[in-house]
């Protein structure tokens, strides 16, 4: 058992659920414990407590680390959410599923922009659906309007990277400012990437090391949707299309986008 369960007094059976990159993270009876080497598990506690997020409980330091504690979030990620989707047949059924996830997704991270905040590293497994509630999770990236732990971000996960910063990534060292417009290229691409398995840049080798890849979504090398998605659905595709617009300026903001999905499910054919 970690020394700081015992520390912070916490209830039920430790499960460590995974240990990787400097990050431990444990379920202990309804609590959620993050255990990281750095500032970032702290940080991510002082960005949920300024949001006033609901699963929040603590946050402190622990050594050279940090740890941040929350209500356990028993939900479904976008990626699971598609899945039947993904794997299923064409029915109108699976498109309402498919546009109502897309579009409470997008109401999600709206509002979280509204706050004035960004996300920074969102991917599929960064929105959980619990219940009537839509999640974003994992904010250690997010950029907003009250002071936080500073640390030189330089991008989340490959795969749903918006073009212009994984350009910012390649072409200089300096810390990376995040945007609204980067979060809803991030949103669009887990969409795509949830339905279709596959990431939304074509790249030339998916082998590759972080720079190549990152190279090939700056060159804006899309991957043909129509080519990959698992049965045709027009006002879907056309709403991730337009939010992988390689210019930000094209993008629709997230509230838009959620409007876009909801017009949708008046008549998803």
């Known amino acids: 058992m970690?020394?700081?369960?015992?520390e912070l007094g916490l209830d039920g059976d430790p499960k460590l659920l995974h240990e990787r990159r400097g990050t431990t993270f444990f379920k202990i009876g309804d609590t959620a414990l993050k255990i990281t080497d750095g500032l970032m598990g702290g940080r991510e506690g002082e960005v949920l407590a300024a949001l006033g997020a609901d699963h929040y409980r603590a946050h402190g330091q622990h050594g050279g680390g940090s740890w941040l504690a929350m209500r356990w979030i028993d939900g479904t990620s976008l990626?699971?959410?598609?899945?039947?989707?993904?794997r299923g047949h064409d029915t109108p059924a699976g498109r309402r599923a498919i546009l109502t996830a897309a579009a409470e997704a997008a109401e999600a991270l709206a509002e979280l922009h509204a706050a004035g905040w960004t996300h920074g590293d969102l991917q599929p497994d960064h929105v959980v659906f619990e219940d009537q509630a839509v999640r974003i999770i994992d904010l250690a990236c997010a950029q907003g309007p009250v002071a936080v732990p500073f640390y030189v971000h330089r991008g989340g996960l490959a795969h749903t990277t918006a073009p212009e910063t994984a350009a910012l990534i390649l072409d200089s060292t300096d810390h990376i400012t995040t945007t609204p417009e980067a979060d809803v290229w991030s949103l669009a691409a887990s969409l795509f990437?949830?339905?279709?398995?596959?990431?939304p840049t074509d790249y030339r080798d998916p082998q590759a090391r972080r720079p190549e890849l990152l190279a090939d979504t700056a060159a804006g090398r899309h991957r043909d949707l129509a080519a990959a998605r698992p049965w045709p659905f027009p006002a879907f595709e056309q709403a991730i299309r337009t939010a992988l617009a390689h210019d930000p300026r094209q993008r629709p903001s997230a509230d838009t986008l959620a409007r876009l999905l909801r017009a949708a499910l008046a008549d998803p054919a």
């Open 79 to 86: 990626w699971d959410a598609l899945e039947p989707a993904h």
């Open 2 to 6: 970690h020394p700081l369960i015992t």
């Open 193 to 199: 990437w949830s339905w279709t398995r596959l990431p």
